[in-house]
Each structure stands twice: as C-alpha cells, then as structure tokens.
C-alpha cells in the first residue's frame, strides 16, 4: 500500500490479492475513523473495525457498527474492498501538532472544544 | 498511607498466586467504562475515535463481570472520563461491594459536582490527573483553568475523608526543580500519596534515539528524586522507583495490568493496541506475550517504562522472594 495513516481517509482499496487484502485490513484495523467493508454479494457495512484475525483460521474482522449493540464478526473471504469512509479523529492531534500551532490558535481550538463540551452536557 | 488491609490484599494475592503456580495473573484491572472525555489534551490516544464509539458505555453489570472474571484485588477506572458516566457511582458501589480496591481516575473537572454520589471508604480513591504545577498542568491537557478546577477538587474530596492521590504523567523535556516543587504542592493538599510516570513515546524503530530516551528517563527520575522529601509519600511500589531511576532492571509484565473497554479485553497491554480478547481466560492463553516488553526487541516497547506494564513487575518481585522483599524494605527505609 505505501500510504501513511493520515492520508488513508476517503480512499477505496477494492483487494487483488490476498497478501495486499491482508495489509489494507491491517491498516483499517490501525484506523482510528470508520470504514466501510463491500461484501461478496453486493452488500456494504460501515463502522469502527476494532479487531482482526488475520495470521491464523479463522480468518474474520469485527465492527461495531452505529446503532447496534454487539459486534459483527466478518469472515474476511467475503470482503472484496474497503473504503476509509470515516475522518481520522487521531489526525493531526499529536502533542508535536499541537506545540507547532501558534498561541493563539491553540487558545481558540481550546476554547471551541469547552464550549462543545458544555454544550454536551460534559462540563458545568 | 495506603491502609495496611491493602497491602496486607496484595501481599496474599500475590502469594497465593505463586505457592499455586500461577504463572499470569492480573493484579490491577484497567477498566475503560467509556472513551468520552471532556478535555481533548493533545497526544491522548485513548479518546480518538467516532462519536458512536464516544457514545458507548459499558453497563455496571459489565464492569462487575469483568471485575469478577480477572479476580484482580484493584480496580482502576479509566477512559475517558469516569465521572461522564451516568452510572458511575452504581459501578463503583457494586466494586466496592466485591472489596476490590477502586482508584477512580478523573481529571477533576466535575468531582466537585459528582463527589455527593460516593461515600469515603477505604476500597476507594480519588486518583486525579495532574501532570504538574498550574502551568505545566494547563498546557498537558490543553485549557486554562483545569489546575485550580482539580486544586478544589481535590480540597474538597480531602475535606470530606476520600482517600485522594495524583497521577502524573511525565514528558520529555519536563524540569525536575519544577516537579519536586509540585511534589511539595501537591503533598501540601493533603492527599495520600503520588502516582507517577515517564510518558509512553510510541517511536517506530529501536535506534540509539531510543536508548538515549530511556537514559533521559532514568536520568530525570534520578533528578527528581535525588535527597527525596520525607513529606513525598508515593502510591507506588519503591521498586518501580528503583527502576524508573535506573536502579533495578525489569521486563514489562503487561498481563499485570489487563485492560477492559467497549472493544473487549485488549491485546497486550493498557497502550498497545493489538486487538481484542472476548474473555479474560482467551486473553491470557491466546496473546503471544514473548513478543511485548523491553526484552522482547518490539520497538513498540523500547521506550515504555510506564507504571501499567512495570508496577505489577515491581510489586511481582517484592513479594514473590524473600530477596525481593529485602530490596523493598531497603529501597523504602533508604528513604
């Protein structure tokens, strides 16, 4: 693949073998945003893949996908591409990110994040 | 102090865990009830994801499964932010009610409002993030104002018979003048003792930088606590001291610490992500533990001497052998 993480967002790899199938689910595996799985027969699944067996039988990914509870567990033969659907939350929020921006936009970006919080009920 | 029915629960947990031969056991289980924080310190890997996995909790019922599955005597909740919560006083109680000492890690920011939910008891303890005197601290997680909100916080659990500690988190670059004048600060609002660690640096190859960020570890440690205060009273194991300065060589024991979020029970460690275990039982059978910690050559390891993957190696050798509690006695009257 030879893509770093952050520009990984918005791309579609559709797999043309198993070896690179095995290192583009690795990546959304490491990917901190959603993505959406093309399944064999036509249908598609978007949500946070948080687990993967891929080295040893059986081979499956699992999604916890919005609005339902449990986990979905996918056999991985019935995924023909993956789509990073979702923005990366983790990008761009390293601490070196942070240092590098100027004071000011550090006060502003803080200040937006308060007020999102108070609107969500998270702070007095 | 650490009440003595606490250390007198470690000293026979671990005991018995050796004369059966347990070879992996869990001593603190890091509970992860919810990823939602309400700060957005930069560099945090733990809050990071989309707003529908923010969104999700573990209910108190799963807490207690998780508590009783591992058989860990301490529980430290984690996240996120525990107090966010809605049910995180039920979570606690139902802890407390299994004895499992709780150490409720929180920024602060609403203990205040939340302390009416909890009762003090000795199973329970306010562990509140503060990496350092008001400036440091407010530039860590990134807003003015967080310090003195913590401050009174933490007055007012003191105030109201909570056993309180801190937890630091120490970076490159920190001054250790600056962190022994918050030791003294922090040690003046009357908690019971301090938690502290190196930072995790997530560095991709094992190089000399590596070695030499290790070093600058020790190092600093050494720094801070060189001719150490009688007035600092730590909650930590004096052999995780030793090591952090440099004194004592230890593997990490990852297994120690076992994490527990929404995902599942996480592969290896409270930092590494590797995946997710559905049961405590397949996590410590199926994870390929030879492959993490420092003597392991993971370079996602190289640096890492954080409390999580060396506090249960620390505590493992006090009170595995005699050798080692005589190194404990003799680290802690070196005091």
Redesign the interface.
Known sequence: MGKEKKVLSGEKFVFSNDSQKIEILEAA?DY???VTLELVQGQTIE??L????LTEAPFFV?M?V??EES?RRIPIEQICAVTFS?K???DG???????AKKEKE??E??KK??SE?KQAG??? | MVPLSQVWTVASYVIGKKLKGVKRYPLVLMLEPLF?????C????KI???D??LN?RLTPEQCWAAAEECGAPIVSIAGG?PL?HKEIDRIVEGLIRMKRYVYLCSNA??LK?RLDLFKPSKYLTFSIHLDGLKEEHDESV???GVYETAVEGIKEAVKRGFRVTINSTL?DGANPERVRAFFDEAMRLGIEGIMVSPGYSYQKAPDQEHFLQRNKTRELFKQILKDRKKSWKFNLSPLFLEFLQGNIEYDCTPWGNPTYN???WQKPCYLLQD??AKTFKELIESTPWEKYGFRSGNPKCANCMVHSGYEATAVNDTFGSWRGFAKTVKATLSL
């Not at chain 1, 929020?93 to 240092?99: G, L, Q, R, T, V």
């Not at chain 2, 939602?36 to 957005?40: D, K, M, P």
């Not at chain 2, 930069?42 to 890997?45: I, L, R, T, V, Y």
Request: hydrophobic share 35%.
């Open positions: 595996f901190r945003g959603d949500g946070y948080f687990n993967r067996q699992e916890l919005p609005g986990a979702g990366d939350p983790a929020k390293s601490y070196e990110a942070w240092k550090r006060r970006e803080a994040i308060e919080m998270l702070l007095d | 939602r924080c309400n700060l957005a930069a560099g945090c890997g990071q994801y989309p529908h996995i999700r932010e966010v920011l609403l409002k990134c807003r003015e970076f929404v995902f599942g995946g997710y």
